[in-house]
């Protein structure tokens, strides 16, 4: 086995978090579809997917490590909210404690002195980046424009606004 048990048992988490992360995302979808709010759905819904492949990274990653794969239990998402905002902001949060979680496996492996985990979980390392400034973007978008404003939030969307705000590599046509 090329990992230590202790950094093992992390990722077998994180395949877990990035799960739920992906059910949360479309729940988050779900509300701005139901609100006829498409683009917001459709950003969610991409987002739902790119967590999924977060996953699979990981789970390619234990694999690859000849690690001990155990795919955890992953708790309801939460389902309706208050205000575009309330929905947002959920995004935020949930980016802010999957960047916590990595940063945490990366401690591990650097501690491990585990070259393999520490390269391959440098690319989520940038991914949380350019997550954690698109989900923190739109929540400035949707307090600037207000509940009635959505469609501005949206026109932002359309136009490319979060490829612009994360450097060049998010936005809808990169999801
Ligand atoms: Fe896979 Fe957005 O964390």
Redesign the pocket.
């Known amino acids: 086995m090329l990992i230590s048990k202790k950094l093992n048992t992390g990722l077998n988490d994180q395949v877990g978090h ?1 799960l739920f ?1 992906s059910h949360q995302y479309v729940a988050i979808a779900t509300y701005f579809e139901q609100a006829a709010l498409l683009t917001l759905a459709k950003h969610y819904y991409a987002q739902g997917l790119e ?1 999924r492949d ?1 996953a699979m990274r990981l789970v390619k990653l234990i694999l690859d490590s000849d690690g001990d794969l155990k795919i955890p239990a992953v708790p309801a998402p939460k389902m309706g909210f208050k205000s575009s905002l309330e929905a947002v902001q959920l995004a935020l949060t949930s ?1 802010l404690r ?1 960047t916590a979680q990595i940063n945490a496996l990366q401690d591990q492996a650097i501690a491990d002195k585990d070259h393999l985990s520490r390269n391959a979980l440098e690319w989520f390392v940038n ?2 980046r350019e ?1 954690v400034t698109s989900a923190s973007t739109l929540v400035q978008m949707v307090k600037r424009a207000g509940e009635s404003g959505m469609f501005f939030v949206e026109q932002f969307l359309k136009g490319g606004g979060l490829a612009e705000a994360d450097g060049g590599e998010g936005g809808e046509g990169a999801a």
Do not use: C, N, S, W
């Open positions: 990035e992360a967590e977060h980016e999957v991914e949380q997550e």
